[in-house]
C-alpha cells in the first residue's frame, strides 16, 4: 500500500529548518553555522533533514529562494489594488521590495559573503531564473497598464518586462561589489548613486518616460545598507534592486 504523504506537515517541516538556518546565519553566520546546529535548534534527526537537503549549501540555496518568493508573493498582492496607476505599481514595486530586504539586513547581510562566492554561480542563476518566473509577469502586467493609460510608449510589454527585470540583477550585482570593495564610505555612496541614476535611465528609455518620472529606487535607503551598526564582521553588504 503507497504510503500517504501529509503535504502541509511535510511543507511545515521544511520551512521549520529553513527558519533555523536564518536564525543561526543571523547569529553566527553562514561559515560558522553547521548542519548539527539547525538539528538541535529544531530537534530532528539527520535523516530528516537530508530528506529535504542534500547539504548545507542546499539548505541555504532554499533560504535565499525562499525568501526571495516571500517578497515577490507580497509584492504580487500589492500589485492587484486597483487605484494604483502603474507608475505608481512600478514605485511601489521597488520600494515595498526594498524595505521588506531592510527588515531582514541582518540576515541579507550575513548570506551575502555565501552568495557572491565565484562558487556559487549555479545556484545565483537557479534562483535568478525562479524569481523571474515569479517577477517577470508582475513588471508586465505593470508595463501593459502603463501602455493603456497612455504613460508607456512601448509595443512589447512583455519582452520589457523580462528586460527590466535583466536590469534589476545588473544594478544588484553592481552595488553588492561596491559595497563589498575597499572604499570609503563617500565613494561607495558615489558609486552606487552613480548605478541607480544609470539603471533609472535605462528603466525609463524602455518605457518612454522622463527619469525624472521614474525615479525607482530610494536613495534614502541608501543609509540604512551603509550603516556598519550592528553588524557581526566586515563591510555592510546587501542587494538593492526589487528581486531579493
Not at 531564473?129 to 493609460?149: D, N, S
Not at 541607480?196 to 535611465?201: L, V
Request: hydrophobic fraction near 40%; charge should be neutral; aromatic fraction near 6%.
Amino acid at each position: 500500500m503507497a504510503r500517504t504523504v501529509d503535504v502541509t506537515a511535510h511543507a511545515q517541516r521544511r520551512l521549520s529548518f529553513l527558519e533555523s538556518a536564518a536564525r543561526l546565519i543571523e547569529r553566527k553566520g553562514y561559515e560558522q553555522m553547521t548542519v548539527q546546529d539547525v538539528l538541535d535548534d529544531v530537534e530532528q534527526s539527520k535523516g530528516a533533514f537530508y530528506h529535504y537537503f542534500e547539504s548545507k549549501q542546499a539548505l541555504v540555496e532554499g533560504l535565499i529562494a525562499h525568501l526571495g518568493a516571500s517578497i515577490v508573493g507580497e509584492l504580487d498582492r500589492y500589485m492587484q489594488a486597483p487605484s494604483l496607476s502603474a507608475l505608481d505599481k512600478l514605485r511601489a514595486l521597488f520600494d515595498q521590495g526594498n524595505r521588506m530586504k531592510l527588515e531582514r539586513r541582518q540576515l541579507w547581510t550575513a548570506l551575502i559573503p555565501m552568495w557572491s562566492h565565484e562558487g556559487n554561480a549555479a545556484i545565483r542563476q537557479r534562483v535568478f531564473a525562479t524569481v523571474q518566473e515569479r517577477l517577470t509577469p508582475l513588471l508586465t502586467g505593470i508595463i501593459k497598464q502603463g501602455c493603456a493609460e497612455g504613460v508607456f510608449t512601448t509595443r512589447y510589454p512583455e519582452q520589457i518586462g523580462r528586460m527590466v527585470f535583466a536590469l534589476s540583477q545588473d544594478l544588484n550585482s553592481s552595488v553588492v561589489l561596491l559595497l563589498t570593495a575597499r572604499r570609503t564610505d563617500a565613494d561607495t555612496r558615489a558609486g552606487i548613486e552613480r548605478a541607480i541614476d544609470a539603471y533609472n535611465d535605462a528603466v525609463a528609455r524602455l518605457l518612454g518616460v522622463s527619469p525624472e518620472s521614474l525615479m525607482l529606487v530610494d536613495r534614502t535607503q541608501l543609509t540604512a545598507w551603509l550603516d556598519r551598526s550592528n553588524q557581526r564582521t566586515g563591510r555592510n553588504v546587501a542587494p538593492l534592486a526589487a528581486n531579493g
